[in-house]
């Protein structure tokens, strides 16, 4: 069975403080590993897609990368608007499935 | 660009009651997914449509949740009779073929 580990569940940081969120994964075939912002009230947002171990993805102050067993979602001098929930998810290869999600890491940047 | 719409955003009901939920997916997108998310976890797949067809639901309570996709595009999910552990969020998804998943907003159901 499929299995996805965040951490932490939890991380404060100061504004401008960089950090990085870990994602572990067990899968039998990975077809592509998924970030996602998701705030108070609302439905995720997507961010990024990974495919293959080495692969980095930036947007913003956020890079995403990724190793055969874990991905990391860098965030570089954060700010406040950046306090939300990061979902990673990982889609099992083959074919076209759903995608299995990690309980999120909650981000909180104070000014 | 239109995102994926659902309704209602928010339902309280008593449990043995039944509630209906309705998702309409972005324009173009054949695939449709519905997810459950409990209060401080991460979506957990209920069903998959494939157009009108259904992929997986191997994870849907079968007993009391059914869902339906007609003519391929809007879907429909439905709960009856509503327990308690059915409070959650009920978030729709729509993808096109293989490619990354957009979330509705959600509905946010509440059993008494």
């Known amino acids: 069975e499929d299995q996805v580990t965040q951490s932490p569940e939890a991380l404060r940081l100061q504004e401008g403080e960089s950090s990085s969120l870990n994602c572990s994964y067990t899968v039998s075939g990975l077809r592509g590993l998924f970030w996602y912002r998701q705030d108070p009230g609302k439905g995720p947002e997507f961010l990024f897609t990974?495919?293959?171990a080495g692969e980095e993805k930036e947007k913003e102050r956020l890079k995403a990368t990724l190793t055969k067993k874990e991905s990391f979602l860098h965030i570089t001098a954060p700010k406040p608007e950046d306090s939300a929930t990061y979902l990673c998810a990982v889609q099992e290869a083959p074919g076209r499935r759903a995608l299995t999600f990690g309980s999120g890491t909650r981000l909180q940047v104070q000014p | 660009e239109a995102g994926v719409a659902q309704s209602p955003r928010y339902k309280i009901i008593e449990k043995r009651q039944s509630v209906a939920f309705w998702c309409n997916p972005i324009s173009g997108h054949a695939t449709l997914y519905w997810y459950q998310q409990i209060l401080g976890q991460g979506p957990k797949l209920l069903i998959q449509f494939q157009n009108n067809g259904v992929v997986d639901d191997s994870q849907l309570p079968k007993d009391r949740f059914s869902a339906e996709r007609l003519k391929g595009v809007d879907s429909t999910l439905k709960i009856q009779p509503a327990k308690l552990e059915d409070s959650a969020v009920y978030l729709c998804a729509s993808s096109l073929e293989g490619a990354a998943q957009y979330f509705g907003p959600g509905t946010r159901l509440l059993v008494l």
């Open positions: 990974l495919y293959s």
